[in-house]
């Protein structure tokens, strides 16, 4: 009878995978088919915008919940999960930073087009309908992603809260006579999520809502290179996806570590640092004047938005190379004047 139930299993969950990849390939497939008919300067109407919303919704939930079954539901997934001592909550964690680094590369994507088609043309008025094709598409991810993590953070939460449950009933003298099971955690509400994640929520709303309706109806008519170089900013963050997979899987100590974490400075410094100040600088050639004199003429509304943008870069920028100083250091070995870190741990 087990093993009936096991082939069963094996097949319902084969299904549902097949299913899932159905989904997701298909919402992609029509998401291209609808844009590909346009011209590069075309527009993308509000109905056909619509579509690929719906379309990008279902493509990220799909692709998440594919990796989640994948990794959860198969024999493959299980002899993983056991090799790396991974959590329920800990598999969603990865599935959604997986998503997120599949987000960026289409957003990279996006951003390559533009430019190249925008910057290289009329500067202030050219645009090619990806940006606003992608700002439709990808909007539905931070909504999504909202989702995402709220799942993730109801797993890390009762996976944490079942332990300590275990562990206090075992340190009573009668555990063996209330029984082995653990009381089940209460699931935490979203509106606890909220509280707990005020910081990230508030940055998807704002860049799902108001930086969606900048790129869509608020720019003025104004071409898309600058666009361009803001969908590129994404360009770090697979490797800041990966830094993360790479700590759940126990990896902080191995070389990928230290590699990925320098790939993701430099990435982080070229697209999100020095990204808008180049595209000021292209703006600056394209209307004949200084660097300064070109920071001076714009609207004062531009000028807010490129210090909104520039100035947590920079201070991510600065957190994240002092984080990396201190991996580096540590896996210096320490000479023969300065105590090894677990010595000077067990004197302080």
Request: hydrophobic fraction near 50%.
């Amino acid at each position: 009878m087990e093993l009936t139930i096991s082939k069963l299993q094996m097949r319902h969950h084969r299904v549902m995978m097949c299913v899932l990849t159905a989904f997701n390939v298909s919402a992609l497939a029509a998401a291209i088919n609808l844009v590909l008919v346009l011209d590069p300067e075309d527009r993308i109407s509000v109905r056909r915008g619509a579509v690929l919303t719906a379309l990008g919704l279902v493509y990220f939930v799909s692709l998440f919940e594919l990796i989640n079954v994948a990794a959860l539901l198969t024999g493959a997934g299980a002899r993983w999960r056991r090799r790396h001592r991974l959590s329920c909550g800990d598999v969603l964690d990865i599935s959604n930073k997986l998503v997120s680094a599949v987000q960026a590369a289409f957003s990279c994507v996006t951003g390559a087009v533009v430019c190249a088609w925008s910057c290289t043309r009329d500067l202030m008025r050219t645009s090619h309908f990806m940006s606003e094709a992608y700002a439709w598409f990808g909007a539905a991810y931070f909504f999504y992603d909202i989702w995402s993590m709220y799942m993730v953070y109801v797993h890390m939460t009762t996976n944490s809260e079942y332990f300590r449950s275990k562990l206090r009933r075992a340190s009573k003298p009668d555990a063996l006579s209330a029984g082995d099971g653990a009381p089940a955690p209460r699931r935490p509400s979203f509106l606890a999520y909220c509280r707990h994640e005020p910081v990230i929520l508030m940055h998807h709303l704002f860049i799902g809502g108001f930086g969606f309706l900048v790129i869509v109806h608020l720019r003025g008519g104004l071409g898309d290179c600058v666009f361009g170089f803001v969908y590129l900013m994404e360009l770090s963050t697979p490797f800041v996806s990966l830094r993360g997979v790479l700590s759940r899987l126990r990896l902080k100590r191995s070389r990928a570590y230290v590699l990925n974490g320098l790939a993701m400075l430099l990435a982080f410094l070229l697209c999100r640092v020095l990204a808008l100040p180049y595209a000021c600088l292209l703006y600056a050639r394209a209307a004949g004047l200084s660097y300064a004199d070109a920071l001076r003429s714009l609207p004062a509304g531009c000028k807010l938005s490129i210090g909104a943008l520039l100035l947590p870069q920079l201070y991510w920028f600065y957190l994240m190379s002092a984080g990396a100083v201190k991996v580096l250091r540590a896996r210096e070995p320490p000479t023969s004047a300065e105590p090894a870190a677990g010595d000077a741990d067990k004197r302080s």
